[in-house]
């Protein structure tokens, strides 16, 4: 398996713009988890699925971040509109109910000008 | 809520030497615990974990003890490379209820000096 896949890499934007995250779980995972990494606040769950179901979202900041899942293979975090404060390097990760492990993407690094 | 405290914040060590980075965790129902290292630009990666039914776990190089009367567990690096630079995570969790949930420690920068 690929890993837990996450797209774009890295992310410039301008403040107002509204910027989308992808994420693409491990094949067979029922779980999908959005973090975010800032150097003040480590790593933070905003927002978890469960069989594509958002569980519990609150970690999620404001109303401007939003996150779907449509399918069990594809989850979307969007932010509009995006602020200077939002930079951050945002982590998907994925499990599986049958094991504890949790595997996580090589992030998007995200900087809001 | 669980809280997870973690020390140090930064470590440098010696190529050869140990480090040890330690825990400690508020929620006494608390019963499994990882370890994830992160390398600079990747994301966090699941490299040793214990269940509180065991007091210590060996792999290769590296070794987790957990005290649960103290609440607290560290993690032990021995012969450290330079490969081993990273931040290193811990985390506890209570698997039946809040493991949905993984409260990260606020990490430790570990540099192996050549």
């Known amino acids: 398996d690929a890993g837990v896949i996450q797209s774009p890499r890295h992310e410039v934007t301008e403040m107002g713009q509204e910027v989308t995250l992808r994420c693409k779980p491990i094949s067979g995972h029922d779980y999908l988890f959005w973090y975010r990494q800032t150097m003040m606040r480590g790593l933070e769950l905003l927002i978890y699925f469960n069989n594509n179901v958002p569980i519990d979202d609150s970690g999620m900041p404001e109303d401007r971040f939003s996150a779907k899942m449509p399918n069990a293979s594809f989850s979307t975090l969007k932010i509009q509109p995006s602020e200077p404060r939002d930079s951050a390097v945002y982590f998907c990760?994925?499990?599986?109910?049958?094991?504890?492990?949790?595997?996580f993407g090589s992030g998007t690094q995200l900087s809001v000008l | 809520g669980e809280n997870v405290e973690q020390h140090p914040s930064t470590l440098s060590v010696q190529e050869g030497d140990s480090a040890v980075i330690k825990c400690t965790y508020s929620d006494s129902a608390s019963n499994y615990f990882p370890w994830y290292k992160q390398e600079l630009g990747k994301g966090p990666q699941l490299i040793i974990d214990i269940r509180s039914n065991v007091g210590e776990k060996k792999d290769q190089r590296i070794a987790v003890t957990l005290n649960k009367t103290a609440k607290h567990f560290s993690l032990h690096i021995t012969e450290t490379q330079p490969e081993d630079s990273a931040v290193y995570f811990c985390a506890a969790i209570y698997m039946k209820t809040s493991y949905d949930k993984v409260i990260f420690g606020p990490g430790t920068s570990l540099s192996v000096i050549p």
């Open positions: 990760a994925s499990r599986s109910t049958l094991n504890e492990k949790l595997f």
